[in-house]
């Protein structure tokens, strides 16, 4: 048997590879990866050794798949490549599409074209069934109608028609395998085991989804292996084989076993953060798997067992390097300037190659020079002009004679980056900024229950003129919308804040101001929004999104923290609106809320403004930077 695996540096994949290559190292096997962020770069998987061959590629690439099947006489093709996390399926659907559907596709038709396949499993997952309303008395069976019910249950079960199909127009040779979820050592922390267990290894409260009384029933990793393997050796062509687990348990019990299990004798629910539930989250999945078991198969671990070698092997992996990402580089313009340093410190943390880029960005020749000459995976746009001399404010831009720095720096230039990115291909960050927007009729402020609130979304168009700045923001937020949603994901921050005291932090700023407008507003902490625009950049996320912690704070909470926290001597004035525009300040302030929705479904863990201001107050010191005295 002469092996080809796709995904095979993924979780499931890896374990699969692994046991072959320990039982069976008399076959030839040749792993296919992408390397997403969540596959492993562990050595043994990532390095061709004797028997086993590691090559990074795209099975969207069928000349590259073709090329492969003929090299090694491929015979047996195991198909794990996927696309598999169901929140992000929501927000960035299309990747989903494209990778599970059009990467199956491809990959079948380059089976077909070959012609010496004996064997394609496909490796599907229960959601493809639906929610089962029935449970235990009516369990799903290899016959039972697919209802698809999340975008990638959809693309799996999309996948799984184009293998049906192939196996009856062309004949190839395919079986499909449908697994409960699978959990173990080497899974990647956005599935729910192992991100609650990060959690709860970090100190962080747990987060659950709506009420966790979901149901899910759960396989250990080797369990799944031995099921694939029996298939793979014994399952008939044309058959469809379940493989399910009788370890069924809500969500809310699962956190609660865990949180038992690392905080002895705490409270359960001090552990616990309920979060905002998906669009759509199936209730349970009940499947059975009489095909499966009429070949041998059952499983040999208890989700206690299980659960117990989990977190042994996750208190010891090294995080950084085990799921590296060393496959992205970043282009960076504005690269030096106060966010800039902080996220390439992110990016590098995370793997990432980063190169700050030294042509001007409304250069069009230039530009390309530069992306021709780093060949980057993503380019990332933080310039803007926000400030000048004798300014640290925006009043920059209100003086006279300003208005072309304003549009050569705030429009044109990163219009020309989102120009060439999209000839290129691609993805690219821009981040623009939510002071685009003002309270109106439709989107009161509500400090007392910001959760209720209608905040602006990322569909909303800017309403709010009322400085030069804005003004021309709010259309370079358009044009990237209108454009460039295809290729750049484009970011709206607000009034940042980090844990470093400097000019451009709004802590800072606050402090040093003797008069301050006290409204509620969406504020962005950095610490918290960063990394997660990192993960947006690896996840392929694009569009519109507002990048501001969940809520509203207003000006005068935080000075009342720092005046408790750290100064007690500390005073300020607090004045109007219409004061602060008609005698402190050049042009009007923006203020509102930012509809945080799609950011909280991408990532659940975001800490609510409150909370992180109060935590980087209480961690954090400041001495207020002298930047103005408004």
């Not at 409960?180 to 709860?200: A, H, R, T």
């Not at 610490?527 to 507002?546: F, R, S, T």
Request: aromatic content about 10%.
């Amino acid at each position: 048997m002469r092996l080809l695996v796709t995904g095979g540096c993924g979780f499931i994949g890896a374990g699969f590879c692994r046991r072959v290559k320990k039982q069976h190292p008399y076959l030839t096997l040749v792993n296919i990866d992408k390397l997403y962020p969540c596959s492993t770069r562990a050595s043994d998987l990532t390095t061709s050794l004797g028997n086993y061959t590691f090559i990074k590629g795209d099975i969207a690439d069928t000349d590259l798949i073709s090329k492969i099947l003929e090299t090694y006489r491929i015979d047996t093709i195991i198909h794990f490549a996927a696309q598999s996390h169901v929140d992000t399926s929501f927000t960035n659907p299309m990747i989903y599409t494209q990778d599970n559907v059009v990467g199956t596709h491809s990959l079948l038709e380059a089976s077909r074209k070959y012609g010496g396949i004996k064997k394609f499993v496909q490796i599907s997952t229960d959601e493809v069934y639906g929610e089962n309303t029935h449970g235990v008395s009516s369990a799903f069976n290899e016959s039972s109608l697919l209802k698809p019910t999340n975008p990638y249950a959809a693309s799996k079960a999309s996948a799984e028609m184009l293998v049906h199909s192939y196996l009856h127009s062309y004949n190839l040779p395919a079986v499909v395998i449908r697994s409960n979820n699978v959990y173990g050592p080497g899974q990647y922390p956005e599935k729910v085991i192992p991100k609650f267990l990060f959690q709860l290894m970090d100190n962080k409260k747990i987060t659950l989804q709506g009420s966790g009384h979901q149901l899910r029933s759960f396989l250990y990793i080797e369990d799944a292996v031995d099921a694939i393997l029996c298939v793979l050796f014994q399952g008939e062509i044309g058959e469809i084989y379940n493989i399910s687990s009788c370890d069924e348990i809500s969500i809310k019990d699962l956190a609660t076993d865990l949180i038992q299990r690392f905080k002895h004798g705490d409270p359960v629910d001090d552990h616990i953060c309920y979060i905002e539930d998906r669009n759509f989250n199936d209730k349970r999945y009940w499947i059975e798997s009489e095909p499966l078991a009429k070949l041998g198969w059952k499983p040999q671990w208890t989700l206690e067992r299980g659960l117990d070698e989990t977190i042994q092997w996750y208190k010891t992996v090294d995080r950084m390097t085990y799921w590296s990402n060393t496959n992205f580089t970043a282009l960076v313009w504005g690269g030096s300037g106060w966010i800039g340093g902080q996220f390439q410190k992110v990016l590098r943390n995370r793997g990432w190659n980063v190169v700050v880029a030294t042509s001007r960005a409304d250069n069009r020749e230039a530009v390309l020079e530069e992306i021709q000459q780093h060949n980057p995976t993503h380019v990332v746009c933080l310039i803007g002009r926000t400030h000048g001399p004798g300014y640290s404010t925006i009043d920059y831009l209100e003086q006279k004679g300003k208005l072309v720095e304003n549009i050569n720096d705030n429009l044109y230039a990163p219009l020309v980056l989102a120009g060439v990115c999209k000839s290129k291909g691609l993805h690219m960050m821009y981040m623009g900024t939510g002071c685009i927007f003002e309270y109106d009729t439709e989107h009161l402020c509500d400090v007392s229950d910001a959760s209720v609130a209608n905040g602006f979304t990322e569909q909303s168009r800017p309403n709010f003129f009322g400085s030069e700045y804005s003004v021309v923001k709010g259309f370079t937020d358009r044009l990237m919308n209108e454009e460039y949603a295809d290729t750049v994901l484009n970011v709206r921050i607000r009034m940042p804040i980090s844990s470093n005291d400097c000019a451009s932090n709004f802590i800072s700023k606050i402090i040093a101001y003797k008069n301050i407008c006290s409204i509620p507003n969406s504020m962005t902490v950095l610490d918290d929004i960063l990394p997660c625009l990192a993960q947006a950049l690896e996840q392929g996320v694009k569009g519109p999104l507002n990048a501001t912690n969940p809520g509203v704070i207003e000006h005068s909470t935080i000075l009342k923290w720092y005046k408790e926290l750290q100064n007690p001597d500390h005073t300020w004035t607090e004045v109007s609106n219409t004061t602060l525009v008609s005698t402190l300040v050049k042009g009007a302030r923006s203020n509102n809320r930012l509809d945080t929705t799609r950011l909280t479904t991408l990532f659940p863990d975001i800490p609510t403004i409150d909370d992180s201001v109060r935590r980087i107050m209480m961690t954090a010191s400041f001495a207020g930077a002298n930047i103005g005295k408004v």
